[in-house]
């Protein structure tokens, strides 16, 4: 059974940085690709950045480019998001996702797996 367990989540004053890590396991994530995606109170999920585990391709949600970095240890089954410069309105409840197809998309709904969140708060 895959499972994708986030950590890293916390705390943290405007400026300052944090890094995501999502173990996974469960299965052969080569052809896989992982997502990252937010979710702030009242607000509907959204996406932040995604990976894949082949090749490493990468894509991001206009907002967080430049400031978060999304990377993945094949070894280890683990893929990061580096958060820096952190803002207020990065705040929210983490997920990472895996979409067993490898398409690339940034829609949750095409999503097939999901871990429990990890919560990020940004204070000003």
């Known amino acids: 059974q895959v499972q994708l367990v986030e950590s890293g989540g916390g705390l943290v004053q405007a400026g300052g940085s944090l890094r995501l890590s999502c173990a996974a396991s469960?299965?052969?994530?080569?052809?896989?690709?992982m997502g990252w995606f937010r979710q702030a109170p009242g607000k509907e999920r959204e996406f932040v950045a995604l990976i894949s585990w082949s090749g490493g391709h990468t894509n991001y949600e206009d907002s967080v480019k430049g400031r978060f970095t999304i990377s993945r240890e094949c070894a280890k089954n683990t893929v990061y998001l580096q958060m820096n410069s952190l803002k207020p309105e990065d705040t929210a409840v983490y997920y990472c996702?895996?979409?067993?197809?490898?398409?690339?998309?940034?829609?949750?709904?095409?999503?097939?797996?999901w871990g429990q969140g990890t919560q990020v708060t940004v204070s000003s």
């Open positions: 996702a895996v979409d067993f197809y490898g398409r690339m998309w940034s829609d949750p709904k095409e999503y097939d797996y």
């Open positions: 469960g299965r052969t994530f080569s052809s896989d690709v």
